[in-house]
């Protein structure tokens, strides 16, 4: 808000405003407003906020006030403005003053930002000076996060710093009238970074480039000529980006993708697609009104669409799907070698699967060596690595899959204040982390699945970088309670005076009610693969009722034996087993589970299950996914995690379907049991009686969500709530979101679901962090 001060009869005043305001092309504004308002005075960046001083007319400080929120460039975020009246010190006129370092202050770092129009129009204008010079930016676009090193935001403090403003660039950059006045990303082709590319001597190219020796148009052209034409013939291209390495095929070539998929081990998980325009993205897939903001949005997302059957891509870039994942060029380095290859472009992440992204060259040339063909790099360093973010639209929401680039590291504060700065280490797949001081949670980017050294030296490189970023140091660790997880001995690793457990599922909860401001009981539905339980056993379809500190769990589906743990999350067939061991009359619902699987491996299942040897008990939705898509014959043996489920929504798509019931045990005391067992021998019965398979997946799906609403509406009742919460991985499955949110609401409860964060572990960091503070502030309290 603004303070309320008498501006009016000021003739100077002093304003402090908070909030996405460096890095946005802020202190220009100002400076513009203050001219246009014939005011003198500074304005500086803070390590806390930006700093203002006015002097003039009283009217015409006023005004410059008003017009200091309503006419703010769009990529600021203003969250308060406070003023003070000051006397006038005589200043003559406006000015831009050094940044000024403060201890303990801390403000939002930008995201990187897609490629402004303008500089888009200047790339591709013959007459420009910056025509095809792929570095092109201004205050409006281009790298932010990825170069900072540290606040203030000034080119001193980025990779930047390396590269020395020619004479061109220098006027442009003291111009208050210029696009690209106090751009700290400014450079042209005779000042900025070198692009080059590298191949085997067999392509003819092994040090084709252009940079500050290399000024002409046709040299600036050469590297991306040449890897278009790379591209063009199906060889594989690592592109050096904003925050990180992409892998680059052409997206209509099968046997290109096919290579690509070989090399980089990524068998059958589905590849993203970029195409410079809007009407690109038309051909590929079905594109409504909020999935156009998204893709033309500055963080550039890649958005899931509905598949054309006849779009021109390879049939293996999403195979099973009715999906792809499609994504707009946000660098002007995407722009130019779309247009060269004009055709969609697979552009993946650039390393083997489950690795971090590569992003400097050496580390490039290193891992990628066996999978790429050529190497377009460039010489502005990384600072931070950045996955490209994921969403998809689900009825009236988007909802992300991943979130890191155009998002992060933006705060989402907690509807409370942790009394402690903590940090929560997050969970053992999709890691992210939270940072904590008082409100302000700063959750990480993207990690990955902690299962290699080099994703944990990404964890701590990443939180290293935050703590000095925010200048957090925190006091206390959270942690999931499973006691087995890597981030839990993370969390011990950090030296820190008490550490905080917090279960997964409350977690998942607490993410989505912290997010929306809820601090009152709700109930929470957690829905996903696997959690460690209170009870040590596997939990993954929870319903609780509880807030931030506390919670109960009311309601489960029914335990069932996994066969192998973990293994069942890459074989579906394991977890028909496990749920035909609960009925074992029922196997011939279940035969369709087993076809193509060798009889020994079901025999030692068998004894497995027998013996109830390393077969933990779960109630875990994900899993009954895996199992109806077993039993349906949609999917036994799964290539990559989750595969089978987002195959059976496929089928299902927006098929009409009538629920099945599922049968509810239990009380309320003992807590209620969703057993799915009925459900999945129906299933199977319909299958053999000759129902179509994608009316059979669609009524698992409506049958999953009719048994929550009426549970979710039992408890509810019963408790007094009328807010319930929507949370974990399963609810990345669009129809399954839909039909249950659609119920619940027209009973006449308010439904929350993740907006900020993704309903996948990604967002558990945050979880962990609204719990521990709504702990430590109960015991302060």
């Not at 603004?2 to 946005?24: D, M, W, Y």
């Not at 969970?427 to 994703?455: C, M, W």
Request: charged content about 25%; aromatic content about 6%.
């Amino acid at each position: 808000m603004i303070a309320a001060t008498s501006q009016t009869s000021a003739s100077a005043l002093r304003l402090r405003v908070t909030g996405l305001v460096q890095g946005v092309g802020f202190r220009p504004f100002v400076h513009r407003l203050a001219m246009r308002h014939g005011l003198s005075g500074w304005v500086l960046n803070a390590a806390g906020d930006v700093q203002i001083r006015v002097e003039g007319d009283a009217d015409e400080i006023a005004a410059f006030v008003t017009n200091l929120r309503a006419e703010a460039p769009s990529l600021a975020r203003i969250e308060e403005v406070t003023t003070q009246p000051c006397a006038p010190s005589g200043l003559e006129r406006f000015t831009i003053l050094e940044s000024r370092t403060e201890p303990d202050r801390r403000q939002p770092v930008s995201p990187d930002v897609a490629l402004c129009q303008a500089c888009e129009q200047e790339l591709f204008n013959l007459a420009n000076r910056r025509y095809r010079y792929p570095f092109i930016t201004c205050t409006d676009c281009g790298p932010r996060f990825t170069v900072i090193e540290a606040m203030p935001y000034d080119r001193e403090r980025t990779s930047m710093r390396a590269f020395t403003q020619c004479p061109e660039c220098l006027r442009e950059y003291r111009s208050p009238t210029d696009r690209r006045y106090h751009s700290e990303t400014n450079s042209c082709a005779a000042c900025g970074p070198t692009l080059w590319l590298e191949a085997d001597q067999g392509f003819g190219v092994r040090a084709s480039g252009f940079g500050r020796s290399r000024v002409s148009s046709l040299e600036s052209r050469a590297p991306i000529a040449t890897a278009a034409e790379l591209l063009l013939a199906g060889q594989i291209v690592a592109i050096r980006g904003l925050g990180g390495f992409h892998l680059a095929v052409d997206a209509t070539n099968e046997a290109a993708v096919a290579r690509l998929r070989a090399r980089k081990q990524r068998d059958a998980k589905p590849l993203a697609v970029m195409v410079r325009t809007l009407p690109e993205a038309r051909r590929l897939g079905s594109v409504n009104r909020a999935e156009a903001d998204l893709l033309t949005s500055p963080e550039r997302p890649i958005v899931l669409l509905r598949r054309f059957d006849h779009a021109p891509l390879a049939p293996g870039i999403a195979p099973g799907l009715d999906t792809i994942g499609v994504m707009l060029a946000y660098t002007p380095l995407h722009h130019l070698l779309l247009d060269r290859v004009k055709r969609p472009l697979v552009m993946t992440s650039g390393n083997k699967s489950e690795e971090p992204i590569a992003t400097d060259n050496a580390d490039a040339r290193r891992r990628l060596a066996g999978v790429a063909d050529a190497f377009l790099l460039h010489d502005r360093e990384i600072v931070s690595r950045y996955d490209d973010s994921v969403v998809r639209v689900a009825g009236n929401t988007s909802v992300f899959l991943r979130r890191a680039r155009g998002y992060a590291p933006l705060p989402i504060d907690l509807p409370l204040a942790s009394p402690r700065p903590l940090v929560a280490v997050g969970p053992h797949l999709k890691n992210t982390f939270t940072l904590v001081h008082g409100a302000r949670a700063y959750v990480s980017q993207h990690i990955g699945d902690l299962e290699n050294i080099e994703t944990m030296e990404h964890f701590r490189t990443t939180l290293d970088a935050y703590k000095r970023l925010f200048r957090i140091e925190p006091e206390v660790a959270v942690r999931d309670l499973h006691p087995g997880y890597l981030s839990t001995r993370v969390a011990g690793d950090l030296g820190l005076e008490r550490i905080i457990p917090v279960q997964h599922h409350h977690a998942h909860v607490a993410a989505v009610l912290a997010e929306h401001g809820v601090t009152d009981t709700a109930v929470g539905v957690a829905f996903d693969g696997t959690g460690y339980g209170d009870d040590g056993a596997v939990w993954g379809a929870e319903i609780l009722v509880g807030d931030l500190a506390e919670y109960r769990r009311l309601a489960h589906l029914r335990y069932a034996p996994l066969p192998g743990g973990d293994l069942c999350a890459r074989r579906p067939w394991r977890v028909a087993a496990g749920y035909l061991s609960l009925e074992p009359a029922a196997a011939h619902a279940f035969a369709r589970a087993f076809d193509g699987i060798d009889a020994g491996k079901q025999g030692m299942v068998a004894q497995q299950l027998a013996a109830r040897l390393n077969t933990p008990l779960a109630s875990s939705m994900g899993r009954l996914f895996d199992a109806a898509a077993a039993v349906l014959g949609v999917r036994r043996v799964a290539q990559y995690e989750g595969q089978a489920a987002m195959e059976l929504e496929a089928l299902a798509g927006g098929r009409p379907a009538q629920p099945l019931r599922l049968r509810v045990t239990g009380d309320r005391a003992a807590g209620l049991i969703l057993d799915p067992v009925p459900l999945l021998v129906a299933l199977g019965e319909r299958l053999a009686s000759g129902t179509d398979v994608r009316d059979l997946a669609a009524a698992f799906h409506e049958s999953v969500a009719l048994a929550t609403d009426e549970l979710v509406a039992r408890i509810a009742a019963a408790a007094g709530v009328r807010t319930v919460a929507l949370g974990g991985g399963c609810f990345q499955n669009a129809r399954l979101l839909v039909s249950i949110r659609a119920r619940l609401e027209a009973r006449g409860l308010r439904v929350l679901v993740p907006r900020k964060l993704s309903p996948n572990d990604g967002a558990i960091s945050y979880g962990q962090a609204a719990v521990a503070a709504a702990v430590l502030l109960r015991k302060h309290g």
